[in-house]
């Protein structure tokens, strides 16, 4: 059974600090890894998506890596802004496309 | 822009009481999952289906929930009868299953259900 956990819970950073956000997978047989935000109240957004083949994924001042030897993906925020705060997710898709695992996320404050 | 569309977006209700939630995924998506989340315990997967047919739904109740669709255009989720455990949020999302290992999950803005 897939597990996935992020590190740390919860991220208090002052803004303009850049800052990495962690996510850890038991199982490495996986077909794409999705990084979600979010905010109160609201759904989920998909943010990157790295597939099974890929290394990295970029967009804007988001940059996600994986490295499924080690079970470990990261996303790592530059310049982050108050309009970041938010909740962010991981989300493991298995070969098949099947229970699409997600971790339990790691809640962001960032303070201007 | 294509979205998915949950309703209603608040629910409460009374135990015992029948709850349905309803889902348009985002057209020609042919994968549709249900999750519940809560502070407790997260996402939590309940079913999921590719082109309609139920694939697993081996995370829900089986004696009080029940998911269905219809048609391609509808996803529906049952609870017969509610309990206050119940409570939580419940999303619906889909995606385009193509085997190319780069389709994204979309969701819904979910359906907040109190039970009392």
Not at chain 1, 30 to 52: A, E, H, M, V
Not at chain 2, 76 to 94: G, H, M, N, W
């Amino acid at each position: 059974k897939q597990e996935v956990t992020q590190i740390p819970a919860a991220l208090s950073v002052p803004e303009g600090e850049n800052l990495v956000l962690n996510c850890s997978f038991t199982d490495s047989a996986i077909y794409n890894l999705q990084w979600f935000r979010q905010d109160p109240g609201k759904g989920l957004t998909s943010l990157l998506l790295i597939q099974s083949s890929q290394r990295e994924q970029t967009s804007g001042r988001l940059n996600a890596s994986l490295d499924k030897s080690s079970g470990r993906s990261t996303l790592y925020i530059a310049a982050s802004q108050p309009g970041d705060s938010a909740t962010y997710l991981c989300a493991v898709t298995p070969r098949g496309y099947q229970k699409v695992t997600f971790g339990t996320g790691t809640k962001l404050q960032v303070i201007p | 822009d294509a979205r998915v569309t949950q309703t209603p977006r608040h629910k409460v209700t009374e135990m015992g009481q029948e709850v349905t939630m309803r889902c348009q995924p985002i057209l020609g998506h042919n994968t549709v999952f249900w999750y519940r989340q809560t502070m407790m315990q997260g996402l939590e997967l309940l079913a999921y289906f590719r082109n309609r047919a139920p694939l697993d739904d081996s995370g829900m109740p089986k004696d009080r929930f029940s998911a269905e669709m219809p048609d391609a255009t509808l996803a529906t989720l049952k609870i017969q009868p509610s309990e206050p455990r119940d409570s939580a949020v419940y999303f619906c999302a889909s995606g385009p299953w193509t085997g190319g290992g780069n389709e994204k999950l979309f969701f819904g803005s979910g359906t907040q259900l109190s039970v009392l």
